[in-house]
């Protein structure tokens, strides 16, 4: 497998700028996470996907956050009205039905 | 509520010296216990998992960790440590269900290794 990816790797953006990530999963994994980590602390689980469908949200992902998974593919995590406090690297996870997660490099959010 | 707790944040270990990192978890029920390793612009890898059966647990790179139910404890250790496992290192938990991959993680704990 070729892992999975996520672009960009960094993001710089201005407060109150909203931004997209996209995360590709390893081909055929049909379970999808996102998770937030921040400097000095593990990461946070915020949500995931079967397939299309979103299974569960955290009480982290505010009403400023929104992920898809259109046709079951890649994801996309959309943060609406950045915060300096959403600065954190945002992590993504595949799995199938193995109970193993696979993760990507994530992308660093940057919120100036 | 529940929780994992890695107590040392950083650890400091030469080369060639066995490593032990701890990992206490307060949970509901025995849960499925995992060890994650990062190293800088990389993801997070899984060293090893426990589900059930034996408690000693064999890992990829030479690591291998204890469940003890009794201290609530999934310990990760290794025999001799190479200049490369300099690394953080992260403790997490899952659910016995179909949530499992909802996980959480403890805070971590950076190991430095020195010639």
């Known amino acids: 497998d070729t892992g999975v990816s996520q672009d960009p790797r960094h993001k710089i953006t201005k407060r109150g700028q909203n931004v997209t990530f996209r995360c590709d999963p390893i081909?055929?994994?049909?379970?999808l996470y996102w998770y937030r980590q921040t400097l000095g602390q593990g990461p946070e689980f915020l949500t995931y996907?079967?397939?299309?469908?979103?299974?569960?949200k955290s009480r982290l992902l505010s009403d400023r956050f929104s992920a898809e998974r259109p046709k079951g593919s890649f994801s996309t995590l959309e943060i609406q009205r950045t915060e300096q406090g959403d600065s954190a690297m945002y992590l993504c996870?595949?799995?199938?039905?193995?109970?193993?997660?696979?993760f990507g490099s994530g992308t660093q959010l940057s919120v100036l | 509520a529940q929780s994992v707790t890695q107590p040392d944040i950083h650890i400091t270990v030469s080369e060639g010296a066995s490593l032990e990192l701890r990992c206490n978890y307060s949970y509901g029920a025995t849960p499925y216990l995992f060890w994650y390793v990062q190293s800088p612009g990389q993801g997070l890898q899984l060293l090893l998992k426990?589900?059930?059966?034996?408690?000693l647990v064999q890992g990829i790179k030479g690591f291998e960790a204890e469940f003890k139910r009794s201290q609530s404890s999934f310990n990760l250790r290794k025999p001799s440590v190479h200049w490369s496992d300099a690394a953080e290192y992260f403790c997490?938990?899952?659910?016995?269900?179909?949530?499992?991959?909802?996980?959480?993680f403890g805070a971590g704990t950076q190991v430095v290794v020195t010639p």
């Open positions: 997490a938990v899952g659910a016995t269900t179909d949530s499992w991959g909802k996980l959480q």
């Open positions: 426990y589900f059930s059966g034996d408690t």
């Open positions: 996870a595949s799995s199938s039905d193995m109970e193993k997660l696979f």
């Open positions: 081909s055929e994994h049909n379970r």
């Open positions: 996907f079967q397939n299309e469908a979103q299974l569960e």
